[in-house]
């Protein structure tokens, strides 16, 4: 592999997104925006219970109902759906059973929502109920029914992988401690709500989906799966999208559902889900119980790590078993720790089926580490930072569980939080009721071996030249709002030497795009980025051939920049970029070129099972400082300030990563502080934005974000991940703050004011217990 | 169950949107945010809830910010009514619009169009804001990109822009 390109300068590009006007003027068309005049309205029909098996659906009152186009049910799709190859356990619409409150059962397309709201009420349920497992335990009892009967105990997976010699590890540490820990069960909450419009030409036989996808090329498979057409018939088209987070990773029941109901009707529906429908579909983090030990020497070096993770799936597979998999995985690749032993257990029960989110798998066990490493330090008295220094990571070195690390800027991150908090003058000397806390956190830049491995590579991007001199670049890759198609432009415009308003993006259009494995993971920066450099480099040879000609030299001797072409210092002998497409045209028309990028082998990971999961060719690394006061009164958390700092290989556009560190630290402050699921036999409490609490404006601090660049080898112009990578800090170190303010560890999430008030509660008890007993002796 | 007889009545609506005089007929129970998008074309005007939830339909009616999922259509009843749509005019952006495109106040650009206006409406009444006031104002728009903190930024520069225009 070559060295990468650099960027000339940095600040260039801080640029806005080149979608940025049509988002602030209100052009920008999202899935609902689209022309849906003519099209007839999709609804669900959710089941009422939590499990139970289907005796009857009958939709014949329903179907003679005027203005009811369309009706379909279970009956109407055999195939199963989901997004790993090897657990599909899901059907669009249920067929047989039911397995959470919420599940969609029935589809109506009418012409008006009014119209199809009535047609559902008309649908006739038999259902026959099961008893049904809200919690992982009572999922895992012995006499539990199964949810799935090809799995006993209702485990959907386990995972026991153990690296090094745990325990000559724990019997060379000074100090042992264990402690469990509980995350509640997040959701997405991207702001705009699921919506996905369908359109079937019976004419023509062909299908086209518009819809929220973060992976188009995920949801062209299964829409030919479960419609049983050949995926040529079928154009995914990606219009604006709101925001994903993880939620749109997957493919989603609706998506497939619509679809169908365009199919039976023979036209075009648009289904809008409510934000309820929206919690219901959920595919987000779950509910994660955690038992954590670790050995640690006096000088802080850790030497032995036992972790257990329960995680409460929900009703189907979805991403359950790769998110085992990370929970475990990512233990490694940020500390150098010889041993660790890792167990986990992804338990279905009847909720709506989790998924990915942002910082997949990686955030809980995070969180417990992070506590539990600083509690640790706290009893050596030892300094987090330097606890933390000791152990990290020097890269390039492969961790225990095969993971490469080809960069690593996190010392860098620890300088730089340590200074800009004024750590050192500040910690300890805070008054009572303020404190301060540290954490690190880590992700991967794209999953080096996807999930869907056919060999290809890992991204594609195409470049086009026409007469009109614009540089048109063609990628699959999802623009959420992440501004993946600007780093796109970027990428091409800085290797061609051409401004940014030469190159267009045209993103996510099956029918035009190459194919590309979507948003997710933090694939695209390393991944397309790279190939788009790649495009780049092919088109910049043949466009300097054709300039060399003109000008008389040889082509490596030709350089442009500021859209010229130039020999040398470029006075004599300049051409306008105009000028050589001209040259390039004559010789061969108009130009398309085509430019990839692959993972090698090395870095896809161990051979042992699911040891792909984790693998990257870039780990992001991040390390933050929360300072917070709490009211010990009302149990209420206020944070005040956030200094994070993330190493991000190198930013290609430095607004935009500051956009993406920002966003994440506070996505984490959410789950830290206020966001949680909580049902009641099934029935979601939470299913709006008033109930799940995700912070306001007026909670939410000022985050000042530092940029580190390690420069990484492999990455374009040695750039990593920056969205996901600083999330899993921000809890513990909240957590962290919240010991350092008021002597209390806390271990469960989130830290609302009533559980911190148990705690304070259960403290002033104990104290009052301790002081009667010794006045008592 | 409603029957067909059971349907709301519907009225002619006159009011001045994004400053242009129009009258459309309107169901007597049809919300603002419906007729915006749905009669209108303003596709700006989001939905990012189930009602009163969010801020994403924010929209300015007589120069205030309300929120269109919770307003009758015919309450507008010869009411001014503005829009992200109405905010650029002459081919050029709006203060809050440059700064939110500036500043990258916007990622997804889902919550942009209401925050922008709840913005303009503090911005009318209070040219100078601190940041406590703009974060009180726009507590009720939800984002769930930004973390708010580029929000904030594009908020101030939008009132420093005006306030240098000013001079």
């Known amino acids: ?777 | 169950m409603q029957s067909k007889d059971s349907r709301p009545g519907k009225r002619v609506l006159a009011l001045t949107l994004n400053g242009r005089r129009r009258e459309d007929a309107v169901a007597d129970n049809e919300l603002l945010v419906d007729y915006l998008r749905e009669v209108a074309g303003l596709t700006g005007v989001k939905t990012g809830c189930d009602g009163g939830e969010c801020g994403a339909c924010t929209v300015l009616i007589d120069g205030e910010a309300a929120l269109s999922c919770l307003t009758l259509a015919a309450r507008c009843e010869g009411k001014s009514v503005e829009t992200i749509e109405g905010l650029a005019t002459q081919g050029r952006l709006g203060r809050l619009q440059r700064a939110f495109h500036e500043k990258l106040g916007t990622q997804c650009g889902y919550c942009t169009p209401g925050m922008i206006l709840a913005a303009e409406a503090l911005l009318r009444r209070n040219p100078d804001p601190s940041e406590h006031e703009i974060r009180t104002a726009l507590a009720g728009n939800l984002c769930r990109c930004t973390g708010y903190v580029k929000i904030v930024e594009s908020v101030r520069a939008a009132a420093a822009s005006a306030a240098e225009a000013a001079l």
């Open chain 1, 1 to 777: 592999m070559t060295a990468p390109l650099d960027l000339r300068e940095t600040e260039r590009w801080r640029v806005p997104l080149i979608d940025g006007i049509d988002k602030v003027t209100g052009r920008a068309r999202y899935t609902a925006d689209l022309d849906h005049a003519d099209a007839l309205v999709g609804r669900i029909l959710r089941s009422p219970v939590s499990h139970a098996e289907i005796v009857r659906v009958d939709v014949v009152a329903a179907c003679a109902l005027d203005g009811v186009v369309a009706i379909v049910t279970g009956e109407d799709c055999a195939q199963t759906y989901g997004v790993l190859p090897v657990a599909m356990n899901e059907y669009p619409l249920a067929r047989g059973r039911v397995r959470y409150r919420g599940e969609p059962i029935a589809a109506v397309a009418a012409i008006d929502a009014e119209t199809a709201a009535r047609a559902l009420e008309l649908i006739e349920l038999e259902l026959r109920e099961l008893p049904a497992y809200y919690t992982s335990e009572a999922a895992r009892a012995p006499d539990a029914v199964r949810l799935h009967d090809n799995k006993p105990g209702n485990l959907e997976r386990e995972v026991h992988h153990t690296f090094g010699d745990v325990a000559e590890g724990f019997a060379a540490a000074d100090l042992v401690r264990e402690a469990n820990f509980s995350c509640a069960e997040v959701n997405h909450a991207q702001i705009e709500p699921h919506a996905t419009l369908a359109e079937y030409d019976p004419l023509t036989g062909r299908l086209t989906v518009q819809s929220v996808s973060q992976v188009g090329y995920y949801l062209h498979l299964m829409l030919a799966r479960c419609l049983g057409m050949d995926a040529s018939r079928i154009r995914v088209i990606k219009p604006f999208i709101g925001g994903g987070f993880g939620s749109r990773v997957e493919v989603l029941n609706f998506e497939l559902a619509n679809a169908l109901l365009a199919r039976a009707a023979g036209g075009k529906v648009l289904m809008r889900l409510s934000r309820e429908e929206n919690f219901l579909t959920h595919r987000a983090r779950p509910q994660t119980d955690m038992r954590l030990k670790l050995g640690m020497r006096k000088d802080g070096r850790i030497t032995a790590c036992e972790c257990e993770v329960t995680q409460r799936g929900g009703a189907y597979a979805g991403y359950g078993i790769v998110t085992i998999l990370y929970a475990g995985a990512l233990l490694h690749g940020i500390y150098d720790i010889p041993a660790v032993k890792y167990d986990g257990y992804r338990v279905y029960s009847n909720l709506p089926p989790c998924g990915a989110m942002r910082g997949h798998g990686a955030v809980d066990s995070r969180h417990a580490f992070e506590c539990l490493m600083d509690r640790m330090a706290r009893e050596l008295k030892l300094d987090p930072f330097a606890v933390r220094r000791t152990n990290m990571l020097r890269a390039p070195t492969r961790t225990p569980n095969d993971l490469m690390v080809n960069s690593c800027g996190l010392a860098e991150c620890l300088d730089r939080v340590e200074q800009a908090s004024g750590w050192r003058e500040r910690i300890g000397r805070l008054p009572r009721g303020r404190g301060l806390g540290l954490a690190c956190s880590h992700y991967v830049s794209g999953a080096a071996k996807p999930i869907h491995w056919t060999g290809e590579p890992h991204a594609v991007v195409n470049l086009r030249l026409d007469f009109d001199g614009a540089v048109t670049a063609l990628t699959g890759a999802a623009d959420i709002g992440q501004g993946s198609s600007t780093m796109v432009a970027i990428a091409v415009a800085e290797t061609l030497g051409v401004p940014l308003d030469r190159v267009r993006v045209v993103s996510a259009d099956s029918a035009i795009t190459p194919k590309d494995n979507g948003a997710y993971s933090s694939r695209i920066t390393f991944m397309v980025g790279n190939a788009a450099i790649d495009a780049a480099k092919h088109l910049k040879s043949r466009l300097a051939a054709a300039a060399a000609r003109k000008l008389e030299a040889r082509s490596e001797d030709v350089e442009c920049a500021g859209d010229m072409f130039f020999v040398g210092s470029g006075e004599q002998s300049r051409l306008a970029f105009s000028e050589v497409v001209k040259a390039v045209l004559a010789e061969e028309g108009p130009v398309t070129v085509k430019g990839s990028f692959t993972c090698p082998p090395e870095a896809q990971g161990g051979k042992h099972r699911g040891g792909a999961v984790g693998s990257t060719m870039g780990f992001s690394y991040a390390a933050q400082v929360v300072e917070v006061s709490v009211d010990e009164e009302l149990g209420k958390i206020n944070v005040e300030k956030v200094w994070v700092a993330l190493d991000c290989g190198r930013a290609i556009n430095p607004l935009a990563v500051e956009g993406q560190i920002e966003g994440s630290v506070w996505m984490g402050m959410g789950q830290a502080l206020s966001e949680e699921t909580r049902y009641a036999e099934g029935l979601p409490l939470h299913a709006s934005l008033l109930e799940y609490r995700v912070p306001t404006m007026a909670e939410s601090p000022p985050i000042e974000a530092h940029i580190v660049e390690s420069r990484d080898p492999f990455g374009p112009f040695g750039a990593k991940e920056a969205s996901e990578g600083a999330l899993a800090g921000f809890a513990p170190a909240l957590t962290n703050a919240v010991a350092n303010a008021i002597g209390l560890d806390l271990d469960e999430l989130p830290l609302t004011p009533d559980r911190v008030m148990e705690s304070l509660i259960e403290r002033r008890r104990k104290a009052r217990r301790e002081a009667a007993r010794a006045g008592a002796s």
